[in-house]
């Protein structure tokens, strides 16, 4: 089974922190991406990776930024954390086309 | 642009009953639907994953029906345990574009003992 796997599982940063949140896949997916979840709000896509060094904006990529420089690893940046940003962060992978996503275990990341 | 709507947003049923939660899609131009379930701050796990050109996939006590044309997907449990209790999201791929998975909002389900 492909693993997704998260760094952490729990985050607590200070406001004005530069955050990193990593992400690594193990069956040498194409596409990566980031989504944050929020109660009421569901999920919503950050950025999204479909090759190394590729990037895309999702729906809410404003205070974020992203790094692909390995196949298997996408970073999710927080330039300057704020308490706003306080959310599951969930990292997801898949090939192309017809196959499903495999998400990973998540990092609640809190924001003081 | 594709959206994605689960009723209802919460269920509760009592042990041993069959349920069903519904997905509805506005655009049938999908790659595949995926129903996923999380539990209170975790991640999701995928349950089933059913192609366009299918109708339905089963797994244990669950079978996911979809019906493109329409633009409907049930997810069916058969004899609800209380360790069913969870969220579950579907989600479908569309083609245009190659774009990302398009989520519901989920139906947080409660099964009672």
């Known amino acids: 089974d492909v693993k997704v796997t998260q760094s952490s599982r729990y985050l607590v940063k200070r406001t004005g922190e530069k955050v990193f949140l990593e992400c690594v896949q193990d069956m040498d997916h194409e596409n990566m991406f980031w989504y944050r979840q929020d109660p009421g709000l569901g999920l919503r896509l950050i950025y999204f990776?479909?090759?190394?060094?590729?990037?895309e904006k999702g729906d809410i990529p404003e205070g974020y930024s992203v790094s692909r420089e390995k196949k298997e690893r996408f970073s999710l940046i927080l330039e300057s954390a704020s308490t706003n940003q306080t959310s599951m962060y969930l990292c997801?992978?898949?090939?192309?086309?017809?196959?499903?996503?495999?998400f990973g275990s998540g990092t609640r990341l809190t924001v003081v | 642009k594709q959206e994605v709507t689960q009723i209802p947003a919460a269920l509760s049923v009592p042990e041993g009953e069959n349920l069903v939660l519904n997905c509805s899609f506005t655009d049938s131009a999908i790659y595949n639907l995926q129903w996923f379930r999380q539990d209170p701050g975790k991640g999701l796990t995928s349950l089933l994953l059913i192609q366009s050109s299918q109708r339905e996939q089963t797994s244990g006590r669950l079978n996911a029906s979809l019906d493109k044309s329409s633009g409907r997907s049930t997810l069916y449990i058969a004899a609800s345990q209380p360790g069913d209790s969870a969220t579950y999201l579907c989600?479908?791929?569309?083609?245009?574009?190659?774009?990302?998975?398009?989520f519901g909002k989920g139906t947080r389900l409660s099964v009672i003992a």
């Open positions: 997801a992978s898949s090939l192309e086309g017809v196959y499903g996503y495999t």
């Open positions: 989600a479908v791929r569309p083609i245009v574009g190659n774009t990302p998975l398009v």
């Open positions: 990776s479909y090759d190394v060094k590729m990037k």
